[in-house]
């Protein structure tokens, strides 16, 4: 079993940046990849990056100019950054980690952008 504990939500004006953290409870250069996803109340979940075990990381088309995805391996952290956040980057980001076949989830942490 893998936990995933998120940090870092809260609120934010337009424009402004947060970073949210999702520390392991294995080593993240075990895991498969990791990624971060976000839903809002009535929508599917929307993946927004991902990183792999070597370091590679990926984000959506939409936000490849203003989310990116890092990590901390000795601290088995991964982290968004969010830049630039606008009021439609509202939403619950959940941190995932998959394990061969096997998807684990954070519980979430609130990001919400207020004018």
């Known amino acids: 079993q893998v936990q995933l504990v998120e940090s870092g939500g809260g609120w934010v004006q337009t424009g402004g940046s947060l970073r949210l953290s999702c520390t392991a409870s294995?080593?993240?250069?075990?895991?498969?990849?990791m990624a971060w996803y976000r839903q809002v109340p009535g929508k599917q979940r929307e993946l927004v990056a991902t990183?792999?075990?070597?370091?590679?990381?990926n984000s959506a088309d939409s936000l490849k100019n203003r989310f990116f995805m890092s990590r901390d391996t000795a601290k088995n952290t991964v982290h968004l950054q969010m830049n630039n956040l606008k009021l439609e980057d509202t939403a619950v980001y959940y941190c995932?980690?998959?394990?061969?076949?096997?998807?684990?989830w954070g519980q979430g942490t609130q990001v919400t952008v207020s004018s």
């Open positions: 990183i792999t075990n070597d370091g590679w990381s």
């Open positions: 995932n980690a998959r394990v061969s076949t096997t998807m684990y």
């Open positions: 294995i080593s993240i250069t075990s895991v498969t990849n």
